[in-house]
């Protein structure tokens, strides 16, 4: 009888588990198709000469040789680190020294929760918009922010987005006016999150501001910093909506503006015939660029909880 | 005294900072009410008299309710499809036992990492494939896979579901699926809701897919109407209309911002400190 029951017990069990499968289908379905399957077609279609539509040939490694080989991906490339090195450094910069300044025993600086929405304000508005509010201001000619120069004795206006380092600088500053306040709240996330003990131990053993701030403040903010800088560098590395928008397709002026994934748009969609396989190519190299970074940075977090 | 001081400093500078971060919407603002010719020979911060004028000159261009409306049709119920779905799919992972929940976890955690618009042209190939170019299916119908929205509320799960009530609802004779509605749900909704608040968000602003996907102009949505301004010959001289159009697309955000911004604000916060 007892026996009995176990199995009944059992049978049941298995059947609360099997309803899992009802409920992970639907993910597992649109998943196994608009994310898994575009993965391996354009994988696939990275070893083929392809126009969009027609014939697929297959031509092994040839578009792979040619991005290597391609110096304007390579500019691209280089465009797009250049663009993202000024910023990541302005923006962990600022949100490190906001940081700093909001987690200060002595000042007790007030308004937090005002300034850190204010901060983070520009980063909820779309790209698009922000990239014309951006053109717009910083035209050469009739542009409001030479207007304002102008009025503070600055002379000769700054054609800003028409010179190729001016036009780079642009983008790092906007980029760093929308994030600044996203890398703010998170380090402050991170500094609220540490044990109030330690801060009190560290002061009855007699330590100061600055060396609780560089003992306990820094090393515990250590992998918080860290995952901003690569989850910044992987999106940077896809920085699309506003260099494509203030310097379009081509990367105006001169090319100066064009990023990586510009370059992959460039040859899957606006070109005509397009070059799908070519598009491919390029995506699986950014592709493997990125890995090889997440990688770096789960060594990187693992060790920490060892 | 000197600690006085150094105080004011740090204040005027923070004060500095923020006026930085609205400048920028406030010039806007202005400029929405002054004609192209006022704001290119002069600036000002008063208000002009153009508002009206610009106003005409946008919506005689297109209509950008058009556009807005188009993002809320496709922003909203991709938002409700990632929210219900992933805490679904996060229940499931979390509280059952089954054969391959490891290879989708695993894979949850892989795809997290690969950044969707790289596989851009495989997912253009996909859905031309599918002949839904110019259809809000693929904007959509994605939403119910998010595996960052999954990962998320799963680690959050483990965290608040008491498994003793799970089988005290079993004994009761609930059945599962009543009992992710009626007693999961509820309290994974705060997990939810900041994740909600990220995907609303990120849909609502999302413009190289919806540029790829969508052909006729009254399907575009707000951020592929306001790019279209770049190809145009007559509006894109008009500064005054301009600013009047990127006015329309900011100010309803910089609305709900002000009401909502202390939990868009911990929907951050949530997502850096996960220990």
């Given amino acids: 009888m007892a026996g009995g029951n176990v199995a009944i017990k059992k049978q049941k069990k298995k059947n609360y588990n099997n309803m899992a499968y009802f409920f992970v289908l639907p993910f597992v379905l649109v998943f196994l198709i608009f994310s898994v399957y575009p993965v391996f077609r354009t994988l696939q279609l990275s070893f083929a000469n392809y126009k969009g539509f027609g014939k697929i040939d297959y031509i092994g490694f040839k578009n792979y040789i040619r991005v290597l080989k391609d110096p304007y991906f390579w500019t691209a490339l ?12 302005l923006q962990l910069g600022m949100a490190f020294l906001l940081t700093i300044v909001f987690s200060d025993i002595k000042y007790k600086i007030k308004g937090l929760g005002f300034f850190r929405a204010v901060y983070y304000l520009p980063n909820i508005i779309a790209a698009t918009s922000v990239a014309f509010l951006f053109k717009t201001l910083l ?20 054609n800003w987005l028409g010179q190729p380092f001016t036009a ?24 609220q999150g540490i044990n109030k003990d330690y801060f009190e131990a560290a002061s009855i053993d007699g330590a100061g501001r600055w060396k609780s701030f560089y003992y306990i403040t820094l090393p515990l903010l250590r992998p918080i910093l860290l995952y901003v800088t690569i ?27 064009q990023t990586a994934i510009m370059y992959l748009y460039k040859f899957g969609f606006a070109t005509r015939p397009k070059q799908v396989g070519y598009a491919s190519a390029i995506a699986y190299v950014l592709f493997l660029m990125i890995l090889i970074i997440s990688i770096i940075q789960f060594k990187v977090m693992n060790r920490k909880e060892d | 005294m000197a600690y006085k001081i150094k105080k004011g400093i740090v204040y005027l500078v923070l004060i500095f900072l923020a006026v930085i971060c609205m400048v920028p919407f406030l010039l806007m603002l202005v400029n929405a009410t002054r004609s192209g010719r006022e ?113 998320f509320l799963k680690q959050y799960l483990e965290s608040v579901l008491p498994m003793a009530l799970l089988e005290a609802a079993r004994i009761d004779g609930a059945k599962e699926i009543s009992i992710f509605h009626k007693i999961v749900f509820p309290i994974m909704a705060p997990g939810v809701a900041t994740m909600a608040i990220g995907s609303f968000i990120g849909n609502w602003n999302s413009y190289l897919i919806p540029l790829l996907l969508l052909n006729s102009p009254k399907k575009f ?45 911990s929907s951050i916060s949530a997502g850096s400190v996960k220990e």
Avoid: H
């Fill in chain 1, 231 to 257: 989850t910044s560098l992987i999106g940077g590395i896809q920085m699309f909506d506003l260099p494509f928008l203030i310097g379009t397709v081509n990367g105006e002026p001169l090319g100066a503006t």
């Fill in chain 2, 221 to 265: 949505t707000l951020p592929v109407m306001i790019a279209s301004l770049n190809a145009s010959k007559d509006i894109g001289t008009n500064q005054g209309a301009i600013y009047m159009a990127l006015a329309v697309s900011i100010v309803p955000v910089l609305i709900v911002f002000c009401f909502c911004s202390k939990y868009i604000i």
């Fill in chain 2, 39 to 151: 704001i290119m020979t002069s600036f000002t911060l008063i208000p002009g008299d153009s508002l009206k004028d610009n106003w005409n000159a946008v919506f005689g261009f297109f209509n950008l309710f058009q556009g807005l409306w188009n993002s809320f049709k496709i922003a909203v119920p991709a938002t409700i499809l990632t929210s219900y779905f992933s805490a679904l799919t996060a229940y499931a992972l979390t509280v059952y036992k089954f054969k391959g929940k490891n290879v989708i976890f695993y894979t949850i955690v892989i795809f997290m990492m690969i950044p969707g618009q790289l596989s851009l042209i495989g997912f253009y190939n996909l859905v031309s494939g599918l002949k839904l170019i110019d259809s809000y299916v693929p904007l959509i119908i994605p939403a119910i896979a998010s595996p960052g929205t999954v990962f």
């Fill in chain 1, 139 to 158: 035209d050469w000619r009739y542009g409001t922010i030479n207007q304002i120069l102008a009025k503070v004795g600055v002379d000769s206006p700054i």
């Fill in chain 1, 78 to 89: 280089g465009n797009t680190i250049k663009i993202w090195s000024v910023n990541i450094v």
């Fill in chain 1, 168 to 191: 780079q600088l642009s983008i790092s500053l906007i980029q760093t006016w929308m994030w600044f306040g996203n890398s703010f709240i998170m380090l402050m996330a991170g500094v």
